[in-house]
Each structure stands twice: as structure tokens, then as C-alpha cells.
């Protein structure tokens, strides 16, 4: 459906060619300073014509908030968000009138509702994740403040173009532990993952902090651009300062909503948190992430490595979140495809209309949204608990094992 999150709530509408696009994000705390500017900065990194890696379309996406705020400061009420759709050229794609795009959503769209938007793709299209963006500005906002989150994207790969990140396979000795006995990803990868920034992602139009691969990657897009073709990618995604307790087992695990999420943003075929895939390569002895005393001396744990990616047994435990997201190849490509017309006739297309020959430099602000759409609507629903459980007389007889050990004074500065 339309509609995500339970107690911070996004319903998102428009189609490619409509009006407008927007919003309404219901459970925005009361008292929030908020301007158009604060959610205008995502989408213009979002928008479509941002430079020759993607779409001409030429849309400002100039966001207005139409509701839920007074005077810069938030109502506790349903804020709506629109954003006008400007360059809508449905002719564009008159041969799609007879073939539904291969790989497209046209030809499921017309299996499920039996009617489809005339024009471009409709509900599937991008423009439909602007509804996205904006609320996750509006949940960053909140989560910077209250508690210090950041969240930051970057390109990874685009085709088999990577940044680098994990050790060389050292030589084969013929024991399979031994061999896998290497870690995960390179010093100089995870210390990225510590430092990156919005703005260090936003030097190169690639969105990829590596400038050697950025410029390999920007060739691989121009490539396929130039082929009438397109090219897929990945974005990863790290979140630092995350609350530990956040996600609700067992099947509302953090993870298992981080991949609901992300999953949802069109074009996507894969996720994995931490280690991921190549985590399953490392024997256990090298892959658990050890425990050791908070730093500051108040008590509490951290680990020392991360495979875990900053979550386990689905719940956050404070270390820094990170995962990646697998974009396919766009569908739309003017390149002549072998394909058949909605009445079966065999036939070629070759698409017309403006689109991306990858997605994924635009798509690093989509998971950045959706990632504090999760992580504020984790939050309200932990807190909630919480404050629930406060009010409740203390017990004071349990065993050791059974509560957290009673926490020391941090030293005084
Ligand atoms: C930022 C962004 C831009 C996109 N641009 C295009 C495009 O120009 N052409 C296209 O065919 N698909 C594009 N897509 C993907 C389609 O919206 C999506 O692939 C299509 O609806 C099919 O759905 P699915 O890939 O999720 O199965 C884009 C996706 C994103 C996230």
C-alpha cells in the first residue's frame, strides 16, 4: 500500500505525469523548527536532471508544506508536502501505448488493477519516491536533534565498477578456514564508513567518495548512455549515533524493516547489512564482534569490530548501522529490444522519453529517507515502551542475570 510506518506514519501520492507529487507524514513531534529549506536540500539531490549521469527530465521539485506547522515550528499535526510535477511530456511515450516496457512494471500493473496510468510509469515511477524524501527530511531533522544521527550514502559500485573494499584473498593453502581467515572489509573502507560525509559524497556527480572509481564509474554511465542502454549499482548507507534498543523481535527485527524499506524503492533486487554476504566466508572466530567497556567509564558495553553491522538478535546496539542496496539496470532503454505487445504480437521496442541510464546517483538521497523513515518510527515505538515501563513499581529481586548491572557515575571532567 501507500502508507508506511505505525506510529510515524507516511502516505505518499502522485504518478509520473499527474499534478503533483507528495505527502502527508503524520506523527511528527509537536514543536520542531521546520522549513521548506530543511526538506528542499534532499530533493534537489534527488531531482532528475542534476547532470549528464541522469535522466534530462527537468524537474526543480520545489517542495511546498501545506499543513501541521505555524510560525517555522511544528503543530503535532498531519503536515502535508506537495511539489508540483513541471515538465510532463506523456507524448513521450506513445509506442508504450502497444508494448509494456520488459523489466518494467506496466504489464504487472495491468495484471493486479486491470487499468494503469496512460503515461510513464505511473505509481511505479521515481517522482513517486519525492513522498519519500521529504518525510525522511522531516525524520532526520528530528533525529539529528534529539539524538545526534547522522546518516550518509554513497555510490558504491555501478556495474562492476566497485569502490574498494575488502582485503586481497590471500594465496590458497588448501584449509578452507584458513583461507577465509581474512577480514571482512579493509581498514581504509571501514574508516570511511566512520567519516564519511554528505558533502565529501556530493564533490563528484558519481555520489562515490573514491574519486579513482568515480571516474571509472562516471565512464561506465556515459557508456551506457551513449548505447541507449543503462547500467545498475549499488548505494550503502551509514548510520551513526543510533539509539541501542531499537527493533521489535522477532518479525519486526531492525534489519528485517531496513530491508522492507529499501526494498520498496523502485529498481531495487538486494540488500545486506554488515558483514552480508561476504560475512558468511569468515569462521565465527573471526567474525564475532567482541565485547568491551563503554568508553567514559559509566558502564554499558560496546564491541570492538562491527560486522554485525550495528544490529543483533534485530535490535540496534549502538555501534554504527551500515548496509547496501543492490539497483538494477533501468528498464527503459531506447536500445531495440525483442519483446511482445500487450495482445502477444512479436514486435521491437525502442523506448522514447527521457530516462536514467542509472539510477543509482539519485537514489542515494531515497535510501537516506527511508532509512530515518525506520529508524524515527523505531524510536517512537521504543519509547513508548519505555515510558510504559516506568510507571510500573520496581523490582528489586531478580537475579543478576536477569537486568543490566547497576551503571557508576561517569568521572568527573
Ligand atoms: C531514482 C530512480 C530513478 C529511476 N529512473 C528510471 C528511469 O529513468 N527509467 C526506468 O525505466 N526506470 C527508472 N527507475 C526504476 C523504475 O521506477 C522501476 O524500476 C520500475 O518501476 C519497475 O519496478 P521495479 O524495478 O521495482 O520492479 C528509477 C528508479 C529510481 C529509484
Known sequence: MSTFGTLFRVTTYGESHCASVGCIVDGVPPGLRLTDADIQVQLSR??????????????KDLVRLQSGIEHGVTL??????????????????????FYPRPSHADWTYLQKYGIKASSGGGRSSARETIGRVAAGAIAEKYLKEAHGVEIVAFVSSV???HIPT????????????EDAATDVFTPEYLHLLKTITREIVDKDLTRCPHAETAEKMTQRIIRAKES???IGGTVTCVIRNVPSGLGEPVFDKLEAHLAHAMLSIPATKAFEVGSGFKGTEVPGSRHNDAFIAREGGAGGLATTT???GGIQGGISNGQDIYFKVGFKSPATISKEQATAQYDGTPGTLAARGRHDPCVVPRAVPIVEAMAALVLMDQLFIQNSRVAAATLLPRVNTLPPSMVLPPRTPAPEQ
Open 76 to 97: 503535532g499535526t498531519p503536515i502535508g508536502l506537495l511539489v508540483q510535477n513541471q515538465d510532463q511530456r506523456p507524448h513521450d511515450y506513445s509506442e508504450t501505448d
Open 46 to 59: 534527488r531531482r532528475p536532471g542534476q547532470s549528464n549521469l541522469t535522466t534530462p527530465r527537468d524537474e
Open 306 to 308: 562491527n560486522w554485525s
Open 228 to 230: 541507449h542502454d543503462s
Open 159 to 161: 556495474g562492476k565498477i
Open 166 to 177: 575488502t582485503p586481497p584473498t590471500p594465496p590458497s593453502n588448501g584449509d578452507e578456514d
